[in-house]
């Protein structure tokens, strides 16, 4: 913070606005000090905890122990240790990360192209009781996840899917779509109305339309829900825990995380390099499409 | 995975195939290859299990016998379960409320200051983290360790406390506090997307008012008061309900953190032990019903004022 030099955004704020006297001048740059500070205060308590066990994840496992992360400045010593162990020792996180991308990529494609296909319908195509139907959609958004699990899970069982990655692909599909159908129907909604009639004249039927004209309209709402969708999945533990329960072969990482926390609660050599192999990919999500995340969060919450 | 992506692409181009070389006045049956997947699987995969969740909260632990309203009766009187409703109605009180005065403070301080992209970013970064990740984290914070010679905390907010002469706590034990304490993770999280809306909304106050305001004298804290928080109240609205809604449903934290012990269980979380652990499918589905039943005046509420909101 180089406070002496007024910034271009600073002066202008200066001149827009000139408090009548000398006093108020100087009360105002009073505040915006406070705040500064304020802002400065937040931003470290956010950044501090998340920071504080990243740094311990690299510190040797007797360090780790016996004193606090923040004598790492004293004594710096970092290794890949806790990360070897954890990926390919006995927790073998690396078996779990591969199960969380299998989990995760159909979890996010299959509900994005039904709610494209059904979005589509109810914006553009004509059907009875249409509002009705989507409005009912709408609403299956207020039912939590809980309310549906233990009969889905009989179904799973009595459909002989169990310990298989089905129950997990299906039920993400599921919970996602009535947010996803009401999100996407808004934007295919936007499309203007002549596109529509021209394409109609041109003999296109409603299948053309969708995949040459409203598909690469809306991509970026898709981007936008796909987005949050494989966070969400990515992130997920209770359809985890409850529907790969028993099958250690199928299960995310977030579940055998928690498991972990569950059996050994102070190994932190372990828990603190687990916590960042589960952290890295959604983060790097986040960092590469932050916008569309952004977006689609807007979207989801000013809309929804 | 391959296989199954293969197979559903497979099976929605078949689709598509034919509703493409139907005719004209087929119009209905393509709408119905368009909705229907969607339609059956919501039908097969929400609307039963809810249904059938409801039915099951009136039989016992097997669902074998009816037994009316005695687990409802049981959640509203077992002082255990009363517990779990304490703290659940805590949860949802602090929660939105702690992450919404946050996130609109941060928005309103960093709005428009050079290094805005940066520092909106660091308090948004957590929404990407698993809430697993994230109650990990905490509990390093929280970490305790006994009180004596030779032994160092390693958990930093008892190493202040001992820093500052203090007795080191068992933060995450001690009841009633510790639902404060896992209360604070889920604030972490939700701050961030509290701080992206509402300062979407901040940006979106028309200048002319912010300038009205200015010439008027308001500055700083008045300026807040009386014209940025009256602006936003719709998108206020939007940002409480949608926490509440969210914190009603949560579960990761306490199940990492505590595993519900010491007093900190919440609806959510005791629903997981009631039937998947201690298979008693009857209070169960019971929790779950009482969980909907939370959930829909909210929602209800977030509704209204929306339409109000169009409406002006």
């Known amino acids: 913070m180089t406070a002496a030099i007024p910034t271009p955004d600073l002066q202008e704020e200066l001149t827009g606005v000139e408090p009548a006297t000398v006093s108020g001048r100087a009360k105002k740059r009073l505040t915006s000090r406070w705040a500064s500070l304020a802002a400065v205060v937040i931003a470290v308590l956010w950044t501090l905890p998340t920071f504080g066990l990243l740094l311990t994840s690299f510190r040797p496992e007797l360090a780790i122990r016996t004193s606090g992360w923040w004598n790492w400045f004293s004594d710096p010593e970092l290794t890949l240790a806790n990360y070897d162990d954890v990926l390919f020792g006995g927790t073998s996180l690396a078996t779990y990360f591969v199960n969380s991308i299998v989990i995760t990529i159909p979890s996010v494609i299959i509900p994005v192209t039904i709610a494209c296909l059904a979005s589509y319908a109810f914006a553009w195509m004509k059907f009875p009781f249409r509002d009705t139907i989507f409005v009912a959609v709408f609403a299956l958004q207020i039912v ?44 295919f909604r936007e499309v203007p ?35 949050f969708q494989f966070l969400w999945v990515w992130n997920d533990l209770l359809v985890a825990i409850t529907m790969a329960t028993g099958a250690q072969d199928v299960q995310p990482l977030t579940a055998r995380l928690a498991e972990l926390v569950g059996s050994r609660g102070s190994t932190w050599h372990l828990l603190s390099a687990g916590a960042f192999v589960s952290i890295v990919v959604p983060v790097i999500v986040f960092l590469f499409l932050q916008r569309y995340f952004v977006r689609g969060l807007l979207a989801g919450s000013v809309k929804g | 995975m391959a296989l199954a992506v293969a ?60 037994v009316g309203l005695d687990n409802f009766a049981s959640i509203f009187t077992d002082s255990s379960m009363l517990t779990v409703l304490r703290n659940t109605a805590i949860w949802v009180i602090l929660t939105p409320l702690l992450a919404t005065f946050i996130g609109l403070v941060y928005a309103v301080l960093v709005d428009r200051s050079r290094v805005e992209a940066a520092a909106k970013a660091v308090i948004f970064l957590p929404m990407a983290i698993s809430l697993v990740g994230a109650s990990i984290i905490w509990r390093y914070v929280y970490e305790y360790r006994p009180d004596q010679q030779n032994i160092q905390q390693v958990g930093l907010l008892n190493q202040i406390l001992v820093w500052l002469g203090m007795e080191p706590r068992h933060f995450l034990v001690d009841s009633p506090l510790n639902t404060v304490f896992l209360i604070v993770v889920m604030v972490w999280v939700q701050a961030g997307f509290a701080m992206t809306v509402l300062s979407a909304a901040i940006k979106a106050i028309p200048s002319d008012i912010t300038e009205a305001a200015q010439l008027d004298g308001l500055t700083g804290v008045r300026m807040f008061r009386y014209i940025t928080v009256p602006s936003i109240r719709p998108a206020l609205v939007v940002v409480l309900t949608t926490i509440s809604i969210g914190t009603l449903k949560v579960f990761d934290i306490v199940r990492t953190m505590t595993g519900g012990q010491f007093d900190t269980s919440v609806v959510a979380n005791e629903f997981y032990t009631q ?7 009857g209070l169960a589905s019971a929790l779950a019903v009482v969980l909907f039943i939370l959930v829909v005046p909210i929602v209800a509420y977030n509704i209204r004022q929306l339409r109000k909101a169009d409406l002006r």
């Open chain 1, 144 to 187: 939590p996840l809980q309310v549906a699990l233990i009969p889905l899970l009989r179904i799973y069982v009595g459909a002989d899917l169990n310990g298989t990655f089905w129950p997990l692909w299906i039920s993400h599909t599921i919970f996602a779509l009535p947010l996803a159908i009401f999100l996407l129907h808004n934007f």
């Open chain 2, 275 to 281: 039937g998947f652990q201690l298979g008693d499918t």
């Open chain 2, 7 to 66: 197979l559903f692409v497979g099976v929605i181009g078949l689709i598509l195939l034919v509703v493409g070389r139907a005719k004209r006045r087929v119009d209905l049956w393509q709408s119905l290859a368009f909705v229907l997947p969607a339609l059956a699987m919501l039908a097969v995969g929400l609307i039963y299990p809810g249904l059938r969740t409801m039915y099951q909260s009136f039989f016992d632990r097997t669902s074998s016998e009816f």
């Open chain 1, 193 to 227: 109305v002549e596109l529509m009639e021209a394409a109609r004249v041109d003999g296109a039927g409603h299948v053309a339309i969708f995949m040459r004209i409203m598909l690469p309209l809306v991509t970026p709402a898709i981007a936008a829900f796909a987005i």
